[in-house]
């Protein structure tokens, strides 16, 4: 027979008022109450902190490094803040792989990275800034480049090799398809292909070096863009809540790209509602084009400033050197 169990006094504390369960004893929150409800304890951001690149190891990790400092420098936010509320015109994921030091960032993404941290937040100078960086970024392009070899090529086939002698070059002997061929070059094209043909070979024989063919000129393409104005809706104009207007802009093609499959992406958000991002139309060098964004105004007083930067058909933005062009509109 078991022996009849008593119900603890309530009243009774013993333990200086922790928290016991029916039977007297502590409660054990490791045992009675599941992961989910346990109080978050404050600490870092959830998620494993990238491990930061020691700069000794080359080129790359030191650019990555250099970032790493201008991070903490400015307050240390997160990729996905720098992507989206700081206005850098890159994801977050090409951020986070630009401070891993693994492989060279493309010069726009770096840049990215620095101007919404040094500019934006540290209210640096942007041309300086920006030469700063740019000489780092280069460096370690440079530095990173794997040195071309330039040992002498192994003769191929079963020449000799050695100090002696080089042997006599092979006499040139024509076969008999070349002469039937050029016979009928002959009875084709006259005398004058008859000089043509029997010409020497080398201009040297002949009392004259052969002029060497004079290439043309080859210019590398630039890619390059101009402001030229707001058309629609200038700076500090004033529109209704709740009404829908257009933004035009224009831009000229000043380099000697065509622009094809481009696109004006916006870096951040506002009260106003526009389009993640617009279709440009294929410009030529030179030509002009008119950008149209259509945006819903705010449904309360408001101010609205977004900030478009051109991108290709990928995402990846372009004229990373250039200011983003920008919607600036007060709603009443």
């Known amino acids: 027979m078991l022996p009849q169990m008593v119900a603890p006094d309530p009243q009774v504390r013993t333990d200086g008022g922790a928290d016991r369960n029916g039977w007297g004893m502590p409660e054990s929150p490791d045992v009675h109450r599941s992961p989910d409800s346990l109080p978050e304890k404050p600490g870092p951001r959830r998620g494993r902190r990238p491990a930061r690149p020691d700069p000794e190891s080359g080129p790359v990790a030191l650019l990555a490094h250099r970032l790493w400092e201008l991070k903490e420098r400015a307050g240390d936010p997160s990729f996905a803040e720098m992507s989206s509320r700081l206005g850098a015109a890159a994801s977050k994921s ?5 401070a891993r030091g693994q492989t060279l960032p493309s010069w726009e993404t770096t840049w990215e990275f620095v101007r919404v941290l040094a500019v934006g937040r540290l209210g640096r100078d942007e041309r300086e800034t920006e030469r700063e960086w740019r000489a780092y970024w280069e460096q370690a392009r440079s530095e ?5 070899s330039t040992a002498e090529s192994v003769p191929a086939g079963n020449e ?24 009928s070059a002959v009875l084709a094209g006259g005398a004058g292909a008859l000089v043509t043909l029997f010409s020497p070979f080398d201009g ?14 080859w210019a590398e393409p630039r890619d390059d863009s101009v402001f030229e104005g707001d058309v629609t809706y200038p700076d500090g104009s004033t529109v209704r809540r ?3 207007f257009t933004k035009v802009w224009r831009i000229r093609n000043a380099g000697t790209v065509p622009w094809e499959g481009r696109y004006l992406t916006r870096i951040n958000d506002t009260p106003c509602r526009a389009p993640e991002r617009v279709a440009i139309e ?18 309360a007083p408001a101010r609205c400033k977004i900030f478009w ?24």
């Open 144 to 148: 990173s480049q794997p040195i071309s």
């Open 242 to 244: 709740k009404t829908h």
């Open 282 to 299: 294929s410009t030529a060098p030179g030509q002009a084009v008119d950008i149209a964004v259509r945006v819903r105004a705010a449904a």
């Open 204 to 217: 040297e024989s002949a009392g004259e070096r052969a002029a060497p063919h004079e290439s043309s000129t």
């Open 160 to 183: 000799p090799v050695g100090n002696g002698p080089a042997p006599a070059a092979r006499p040139f002997r024509v076969g008999r398809p070349v002469i039937l061929s050029m016979v």
């Open 309 to 332: 930067k051109m991108t290709s058909e990928d995402g990846t933005p372009l004229f990373a050197g250039k200011k983003p062009i920008f919607l600036d509109v007060s709603v009443e």
């Open 94 to 98: 090409s951020l986070a792989a630009a």
